[in-house]
């Protein structure tokens, strides 16, 4: 029980756009020479989007009684919360839009935006995994970075497959989720971010 605790931590879709980001600057494509001060600047503006502010507004819905656990357990509670999360990521997108060199990151954004939007709408009526999304995603990136960018990334693909199957098997364990919402949560990640990020990027 503990190492499926620690697996859906590790694992946990916050991180997700910070492990993106390490991937495409380490893709070896030309990202990787982006200079070391903008690749700072772009992990500040990502971790504050999509990590720091989406968890510091938690405390007080939880005060609101919006929420009643930080794990967002609760399907009829996660509506208000991924609603300031599309609002931080918004404000995250905007900002790197700025950088024309790393354009692909200000799209994954954009992605990730629409992923929660879809999230947010099943959820009013199913508990779809947010946890698998988030897996789903990160493989979806890889793949679609790997067709646009010819980037050699296999090591970090078959990495996101053994996460997301343990990732997976560790939410069923913890008797979070139905093998259905599972399945759903990363076909839905991986088929959002990839063809969203597909399509801005092509046009």
Do not use: C
Not at 66 to 76: A, H, I, T
């Amino acid at each position: 029980m503990n190492l499926s605790r620690i697996i859906s931590r590790v694992a946990h879709p916050m991180l997700m756009p910070l492990y993106s980001i390490f991937v495409i600057f380490h893709s070896g494509t030309f990202l990787d020479f982006t200079p070391p001060q903008l690749v700072r600047v772009i992990y500040l503006i990502v971790g504050i989007s999509t990590i720091l502010l989406p968890i510091s507004v938690l405390p007080l819905l939880k005060a609101q009684k919006f929420v009643s656990d930080y794990g967002l357990n609760e399907r009829r509670e996660r509506l208000v919360p991924l609603a300031f999360t599309i609002i931080f990521y918004a404000l995250g997108f905007y900002l790197l839009m700025k950088f024309p060199i790393t354009r692909i990151i200000a799209h994954l954004q954009l992605a990730a935006i629409v992923s929660i939007g879809v999230i947010a709408l099943i959820s009013t009526k199913w508990k779809i995994s947010i946890h698998m999304a988030g897996i789903g995603g990160f493989i979806g990136m890889v793949l679609s970075f790997t067709i646009l960018y010819a980037g050699s990334l296999r090591v970090y693909f078959i990495a996101g497959i053994l996460l997301a199957g343990l990732l997976g098997y560790s939410r069923l364990k913890l008797n979070l989720h139905t093998p259905l919402q599972v399945y759903a949560g990363f076909i839905l990640g991986f088929v959002v971010i990839f063809s969203t990020v597909m399509l801005l990027q092509l046009y």
